[in-house]
């Protein structure tokens, strides 16, 4: 069996000049590669007592691998997904990947920038959510702009905050499988207080 890490020379040895030869390394990046990346990351993280969610928010963007990380590995009940119409395929590729129940599955699309549809997105299902059980949100797939809103939304309505924090690869779009490590970021109150 080939291991992570000689898939990844050999992703990173296609050329991915034209428009066919990023699709062959995308596919080769998400069919060979992300699968082994999942894999790895739930058997490092997997270890430790982790939280149970009923439901998780996912701020989405170009590539739908950065959020299936903390999504496989928590396996909250339900996610919604917030990105913009642009990103409505990596939707879809992250339900396929991690072979996700659509009824479990909820995808809201807002324009670029529009953090008060993000607010009022968030504060309404965390008002659903949060009559059932407790939840979450993943800002990595976000803008900068809309993570930082995310962060603030969940401060507010008390929810864990997830980030993955990744290496690149050198001229390449995409991050390098088994650099991903998870980041929950604390509440202000439990260090704060009230």
Known sequence: ???????????????QDTPEQQLWADNYYDEELMPLAL???????????LPEYYGMILLLGADWS?????????????????????HMTQYRQLVNALQLEEESCLCT???????ASLYRVMKKQH???????????????????SSV??????????MDVYQLEMLYAPDVVRHEPGTEHMLQIPLPESVLGD
């Open 127 to 145: 008002d659903i959510w949060d009559s059932v059980g407790k939840s979450a949100v993943d800002i990595t797939g976000g803008t900068s702009e």
């Open 149 to 158: 809103a995310a962060a603030m939304a969940a401060a507010v309505f008390g």
């Open 109 to 115: 699309t807002i324009s670029p920038g529009d953090m």
């Open 66 to 86: 950065e959020v299936a990380f903390q999504v496989g590995l928590l396996s909250p009940q339900n996610i919604h997904v917030i990105c913009t119409k642009d």
């Open 39 to 49: 894999k790895r990351f739930a058997q490092r993280y997997g270890r430790r007592p």
């Open 1 to 15: 069996m080939i291991s992570l890490e000689e898939k990844i020379g050999i992703w990173k040895g296609m050329p």
